[in-house]
Structures are given as C-alpha cells and as structure tokens.
C-alpha cells in the first residue's frame, strides 16, 4: 500500500480547488476524508495532548508547540474513509504522533495510539518560549 501525505497547505488548495474528495491508491478509488473531518482529527489530538501534558509525558514546551504550529496529516486508505492517519508534530526535540485507525469518521475512534521518539541530536533545536499565549 502506497501512503498519501497530505500537508494542510496542499489539502486547502486541493479542497478550496473543487476537486472531487476521491483519492487513488493501489489502483483503486476511495472516498477521501473532508477537510473538516480532517480539522476533527487534528482538534482531537491537541486534546489529547492537554492530557499527555497533564500527565507529565510532553513538556509545556512541546504542547504549546502543538498548539502554535499545524501537524503532517497523513492518510493511507484501505476503504472508503477508512484506513489509517497519522497526525504528527516534528518539534525540535522529539516527534509527537497520533495514529488513528479504521473508521476515520467516528465522533470516537476506537483504535488510537499516541507516541513520541526523539530527534536524532545533530538535527535537534531549541523549542522557544511563546510569551504571547498566557496560560498555555
């Protein structure tokens, strides 16, 4: 199976473009998530982020940088909007992953992950401190 990465960026031009919300893969046409679908995904993982903060597995840091900076969305379908999405943050340190699987479109999806793993240490930087958002 061939993985579709979908930046925000190119999802807006391709949705504000009019194209049809079908994606191809393996030769086969699937009904591609929305673009609020996909919003739902991101907001659920900045929640749940709220909670990884609160029990001490991202650092404040790592949160309000999740919360100021948009993720890589990934989806590989196996079904129409169904299959797997990745939503991941790249911060300078580590890497915040959440993964959802099966059913895309569900209010809660049954089958989520969440993982982190460390930035190699000559690609790593500093996570500055945003003063502009109060209490985040």
Known sequence: MKTIVLTLPLLSMLLFSGCATRVVQDGISYEALSKKEIAHLVLISRASLKNSLQKKLISRAEYRFALRN??????????????????????????LEFRYDEDLTDEIIRKCSFSTYSVPKHERGEIKPDKSIKGR
Not at 82 to 90: K, P
């Open 70 to 95: 948009e993720p890589s969305v990934r989806i590989q379908y196996r079904g129409d909007r169904f299959g797997t999405a990745s939503i991941l943050w790249r911060t300078p340190v580590r890497v």
